[in-house]
């Protein structure tokens, strides 16, 4: 079975500093791995995922992730803070080779200070 | 482009109530539909998924059935609501297999009193 851990469900930055959320996986092989933003009374909206090839990927918002396996980790970056980056951010993986089935972490709410 | 509907935004029923949860997807086929709860503190927990009309998955025991009548609608339902039985549901459509993003609705709100 799978499981993700996210560490500190509560993270506070200034604006402009740099933001880590951690997020750490358990599975037997490599997952594919995602991470999503929810706003205050929204659905989510990806921000990035990994499936293959390049462990640094790219997403929206200038948000970036490095995938280590050796760590069993996928965590989320930003170089700069801003504060309509103030949200709850979650890390998800998916099983290889099964239907899209994404088990979530807790989750982590960013908080964005002047 | 793809969209993705539910209803109500917000619901507030008694204990013991009946439960109707109404998720439709616009623009695809044959898509994957999933719902989801966020309780309170907690994150996503998957109920349902769905590959297929009549096709259902439970992923965990609970006081709860979905249904796909139709390609793109997914139902959640309830014949008697519990406390624990509130949250936020979300539903989430994806097409292909694993691997493949899931975009999710605006959510429902759920108050069981």
């Known amino acids: 079975a799978q499981s993700v851990t996210q560490l500190g469900s509560h993270v506070s930055v200034s604006e402009g500093a740099l933001v880590l959320l951690r997020c750490n996986y358990s599975?037997?092989?490599?997952?594919?791995l995602f991470w999503y933003v929810q706003y205050p009374n929204q659905g989510l909206q990806l921000l990035l995922k990994y499936t293959t090839g390049a462990t640094l990927v790219k997403g929206i918002n200038g948000f970036e992730a490095e995938f280590k396996k050796s760590e069993t980790s996928f965590h989320l970056t930003e170089p700069s803070a801003h504060m309509s980056d103030a949200a709850e951010y979650f890390c998800?993986?998916?099983?290889?080779?099964?239907?899209?089935?994404?088990?979530f972490g807790t989750g982590t709410r960013l908080q964005v200070t002047l | 482009s793809q969209t993705i509907h539910q209803w109500p935004a917000t619901l507030v029923q008694p204990v013991g109530s009946p439960l109707s949860l109404e998720c439709t997807v616009e623009?695809?086929?044959?898509?994957?539909l999933y719902w989801y709860r966020q309780a309170a503190g907690r994150g996503l927990q998957l109920l349902f998924y769905s590959v297929g009309i009549g096709q259902i998955s439970s992923e965990v025991p609970q006081n709860l059935s979905a249904s796909r009548p139709q390609d793109r609608q997914f139902i959640l339902s309830s014949k008697k609501l519990l406390l624990s039985d509130s949250g936020f549901y979300l539903c989430?459509?994806?097409?292909?297999?694993?691997?493949?993003?899931?975009?999710f609705g605006p959510g429902t709100r759920l108050l069981v009193l």
């Open positions: 989430a459509w994806s097409v292909g297999g694993a691997g493949e993003t899931q975009y």
């Open positions: 998800a993986v998916s099983a290889r080779g099964t239907a899209s089935k994404l088990t």
């Open positions: 599975s037997s092989v490599p997952p594919y």
């Open positions: 623009g695809t086929s044959n898509p994957n």
